[in-house]
């Protein structure tokens, strides 16, 4: 029996992919935070909730209760924004994860506009967190001005030196398309090329998706969830408990790409021929992704929670110094390499 | 100056990255598995409070002295009043206990008792007069103790749920018949 060719479309399974591996790695690095944090704090964590998994599904215990809570609508907030924003969100943060492929076959965009995939996704990424300013004005109260005032300064703080760390690596790359940028790769990965732009790629992803010490447009202790303080149910899971985490995903994916190599020590051959090369490359990707990731949510449980003017003049000061020497660094790369 | 704490600054960084990877590797928890496992509160555990309604002169000072206005004075057969504790209100200070002039009130420590209903919270005084029968589901006690020359941390059972026995009331005061 002859496979139909659209079942065989390198598009059709780039989605399926992504969209299923994405769940798995975001419930089990959302799992993997409470873990962490509870054995470094000397707690157990998720456990009573299937016991033998270690309390893996919890996570889907909390889903279905954000999903069966009652939704609420607070009478002072702006309603079309305040229902609106949270599902832009969530489409936001997951589309970048679809502009780049994930093996040299394997991409849901085709040549032309694959050449700039990481532009677009990284274009993507910096609207986000504009969005969350966005709902902190929707959600209108005092704790919600505040966080999104937060926000809106840490946007301007973290978005040039992330940026600049992202061109930096262009430029020692001398190209922008992803499938060249991991080519080129196969035997330094991008962080060893440059570690001044991966560091400041480390710390500005931090700052971006709110991960400690960053935590500060949203943190508990100030100002009660920030700019989703009066979000609940499926609101809440769309943004503060699930939405960030996939921005993290995403930000996390193209780090994988651009600074740990992608599916670099894998070659695989072109699609329709070489199935099981090109799904392995894509979970090699997905493996260094859950990587940076498990990074990125481990700092939870060590770090403490800057101050916003610290954390401003910290970014304005070092960070930006950080990102204008990998630039310097990459420029000397362009011309030697 | 300023490299010194920027060198600082990193340091720490790794030092703190580095203790959370050792911990996340090796861990070392000190939770107790309450009600599977029953922690060693040493004794000093501010628990139900009892009534010995002999003793009782209904003066009201426990009544006045609670912090949370949970006692309400009840009017028993004999025309006289006893005082009976809310405990969705008490917050165990034993103010009252210390309060009364004729240790009408004595403290237990029984901690494990838990309500259906917001009314099986409000005590009478002959609710007062016995302990609740709380059902033993574990018979031992354990303790957190950290080894610091090992540097582990390990629970010991420290003995056997033992039986809640009313204190014995003070002695030589008088007791009021009624
Ligand atoms: S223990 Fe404290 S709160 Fe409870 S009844 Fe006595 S005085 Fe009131
Ligand atoms: S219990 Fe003690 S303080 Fe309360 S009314 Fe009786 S004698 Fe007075």
Known sequence: ?337 | MAGQKIGEAIKAVLDVIGLGVKYTIKPERLTIYYPYEVPDYMGRVRGWIGLWTERCTSCMICARICPTNAIKMYMEKNGRRYPGIDYGRCIMCHYCIDACPTYALYPTDIRDFAFYRHEDMMYTPDMMRKPPQVPKLVPHVVKVVHEYSKGRVVKVRVGELGEHKPLPPAPSVPVVES
């Open chain 1, 1 to 337: 029996m002859e496979i139909p060719s659209w079942l065989l479309s390198p598009r059709l399974w780039d989605f399926l992919f992504d969209a299923v591996v994405s769940t798995i790695v975001l419930l089990t690095i959302v799992w993997a935070e409470r873990k962490i944090a509870a054995r470094v704090q000397m707690r157990v964590g998720p456990f009573h909730i299937s016991p033998r998994l270690g309390g893996y599904f919890q996570l889907i215990a909390d889903a279905v209760r954000f999903v069966m809570q009652e939704v609420i609508i607070t009478v002072d907030s702006y309603r079309v924004l305040f229902v609106a924003l949270p599902p832009l969100f969530v489409t936001l943060a997951l589309m970048p994860s679809f502009m780049v492929p994930l093996s040299p076959y394997l991409a849901l965009l085709s040549r032309p506009s694959l050449h700039y995939g990481i532009v677009m996704a990284l274009a993507i990424l910096f609207y986000l967190f504009i969005i969350v300013v966005g709902i902190g004005w929707a959600v209108n109260n005092r704790f919600a001005y505040i966080g999104a005032a937060r926000e809106a300064l840490i946007i301007a703080a973290y978005e040039i030196p992330l940026l600049d760390a992202f061109a930096s690596m262009f430029l020692t790359y001398k190209t922008i398309d992803p499938i060249e940028i991991v080519a080129k790769q196969t035997y330094i990965v991008g962080a060893i090329y440059n570690p001044l732009a991966f560091i400041v790629y480390i710390i500005g992803v931090a700052m971006a998706t709110s991960r400690f010490p960053f935590e500060i447009a949203d943190y508990e202790g100030d100002v009660a969830t920030g700019p989703y303080s009066d979000f609940s149910s499926i609101f809440l899971a769309l943004t503060y408990a699930g939405g960030i985490y996939i921005a993290l995903f995403s930000y996390s994916l193209l780090g994988a790409l651009v600074f740990l190599g992608g599916w670099a020590p894998i070659t695989p051959g072109p699609w329709p021929a070489d199935v099981w090369g090109n799904l392995a490359a894509a979970a090699w990707v997905m493996i260094k992704t859950f990587a940076l990731m498990l990074f990125f949510v481990f700092l939870r449980s060590v770090m403490p929670v800057a101050r916003l003017d610290h954390t401003l003049s910290f970014s304005w000061r070092w960070l930006l110094t950080i990102a204008l020497a990998a630039t310097a660094v990459s420029a000397a790369e362009y011309f030697l390499l």
